[in-house]
Every structure is written in structure tokens, then in C-alpha cells.
């Protein structure tokens, strides 16, 4: 039983790291969309590859977050 408060205590910290980390991820998007703009354009391989890996993680994420509500 203590390991599972020793979980829960490390969930807590772990939940507010998190939201931490999805606020500056929503920042630096909305940062990232105002530099692109509106107007099509050629932008770097690389930036597009960054933008499309976190969508895709973070999609996962969200998708998979469901099966971990289970567990507590």
C-alpha cells in the first residue's frame, strides 16, 4: 500500500509537470502559427517535420490517456 501512495504522491507532482508542459507546448504553438502566418509559402522540411512529430505525439497521447484512467 505505500507504493501506491508513494504513485499517487508522484502523480500529483507528475499531473502538475504535465499541465506545465502542455501550456508552454499551446504557448509555442500559437507563437510558431502568428511567425508562419497566413500566406502560403515554402517553409523548412525541418520545422514541418517538427510540427507534424508533435502533433502526432501529442495526439497519442490524448488518444491513450483513457486506457491509464483505469489504473488508478
Given at each position: 500500500?505505500?507504493?501506491?501512495?508513494?504513485?499517487?504522491?508522484?502523480?500529483?507532482?507528475?499531473?502538475?509537470?504535465?499541465?506545465?508542459?502542455?501550456?508552454?507546448?499551446?504557448?509555442?504553438?500559437?507563437?510558431?502559427?502568428?511567425?508562419?502566418?497566413?500566406?502560403?509559402?515554402?517553409?523548412?522540411?525541418?520545422?514541418?517535420?517538427?510540427?507534424t512529430n508533435a502533433e502526432n505525439y501529442?495526439?497519442?497521447?490524448?488518444?491513450?490517456?483513457?486506457?491509464?484512467?483505469?489504473?488508478?
Amino acid at each position: 500500500k505505500a507504493k501506491s501512495k508513494n504513485l499517487k504522491e508522484g502523480g500529483d507532482h507528475e499531473v502538475a509537470m504535465a499541465q506545465n508542459s502542455l501550456k508552454a507546448i499551446a504557448k509555442a504553438a500559437m507563437e510558431l502559427s502568428n511567425k508562419i502566418g497566413g500566406v502560403e509559402r515554402d517553409i523548412p522540411g525541418w520545422i514541418q517535420d517538427h510540427i507534424t512529430n508533435a502533433e502526432n505525439y501529442i495526439e497519442q497521447a490524448a488518444q491513450g490517456f483513457h486506457e491509464l484512467k483505469g489504473d488508478e
